[in-house]
Nanobody, 122 residues
Framework: QVQLVESGGGLVQAGGSLRLSCAAS????????MGWFRQAPGKEREFVAA????????YYADSVKGRFTISSLYSQNTVYLQMNSLKPGDTAVYYC???????????????WGQGTQVTVSS
């Protein structure tokens, strides 16, 4: 079982920044590809970004490209999501997840964190 714990959410004004962290652990954790998803009220969960642990490959949703950056710290088993130029439309619960293979598809992710709330005020 892989345990994923997110942190770093909060309330920020439009145009501001936040950095989310996801600490991974567990007996079966083998540094799988990691991703961030988000779910806004009344909407389906959507892909945000993904990374492999060598940080050589990253994927982004078009809606966040150029504003969000996903990165990983191998020695700490931690993945980050740096979010800049935040908009009210970025308001959502953000989830960290571990995937079987590098993917934008939720179906490839088999371990999930509990989520952290990000609220962007206008």
């Amino acid at each position: 079982q892989v345990q994923l714990v997110e942190s770093g959410g909060g309330l920020v004004q439009a145009g501001g920044s936040l950095r989310l962290s996801c600490a991974a652990s567990g007996r079966t954790f083998t540094r799988k590809p990691m991703g961030w998803f988000r779910q806004a009220p009344g909407k389906e969960r959507e892909f945000v970004a993904a990374i492999n642990w060598n940080a050589g490959i990253t994927y982004y949703a078009d809606s966040v490209k150029g504003r969000f950056t996903i990165s990983s710290l191998y020695s700490q088993n931690t993945v980050y999501l740096q979010m800049n130029s935040l908009k009210p439309g970025d308001t959502a619960v953000y989830y960290c997840a571990a995937a079987r293979v590098m993917s934008r598809s939720e179906s490839e992710y088999d371990s999930w964190g509990q989520g952290t709330q990000v609220t962007v005020s206008s």
